[in-house]
């Protein structure tokens, strides 16, 4: 089994923030890949499927951003799994809009999210960096990542969240080379 983790915020006043762009990713690939009813566990949200032929916990924790490792501990240490069987869907600054880059390990970069999963288990994990763009200036980064999506963005946006669903299973085959290139190819940036 993998876990697959979408970081963000919940309520509904946060739905369209540049930061839940992990929780709409783990709503497209929910209805695209036909996952089951939606389950209330490990301080989160969880839909269980299949991605090719793995199985793929989805968990949306609950917690807020900050306390996400809470969240994703729990249910590795539920399923008895490593963070190699982890994948974070997360927004990434450092990149150009509605682009994708998959890396293993590294440093948090100021994410809280991510910080706050490498305290509870380590930098070890996969993480898929879905591109947000940075506003130029670091006083403008708060407001602009916990800002919504431009009406513009909308059309970019669900480009990508349909791309990244329809290239996951290589992801989940662990080719992750092959999954950048082929959401590139489909988003045309290649």
Do not use: C
Not at 31 to 48: D, L, P, S, Y
Not at 62 to 89: H, Q, W
Not at 158 to 186: I, P, Q, Y
């Amino acid at each position: 089994m993998q876990i697959w983790v979408g970081l963000g915020n919940p309520g509904p006043q946060y739905a369209m923030h540049r930061h839940n762009i992990g929780f709409m990713m783990l709503d497209a690939m929910a209805e695209i890949h036909g996952f089951g009813a939606v389950k209330k566990q490990f301080q989160g949200w969880t839909q269980e499927g299949r991605i090719g032929t793995h199985k793929v916990l989805l968990l949306k924790p609950a917690t807020f951003m900050n306390e996400s490792g809470r969240s994703v501990g729990e249910a590795l240490r539920f399923y008895k799994l490593g963070p190699d069987a982890l994948t974070v869907f997360h927004d990434e600054l450092d990149l150009a809009p509605f682009k994708v880059k998959v890396k293993t390990g590294g440093g948090t970069a100021g994410h809280n999210g991510l910080r706050s999963i490498d305290q509870h288990l380590g930098p070890d994990f996969r993480r898929v960096r879905l591109g947000i763009g940075h506003p130029g200036h670091k006083d403008r980064v708060t407001g602009y990542v916990l800002g919504n999506y431009a009406k513009t963005e909308i059309e970019p946006l669900s480009d990508l969240l349909g791309a990244v669903s329809a290239e996951a299973g290589w992801l989940a085959d662990g080719d992750d080379t092959r999954f950048m290139n082929d959401v590139a190819l489909r988003m045309g940036q290649a």
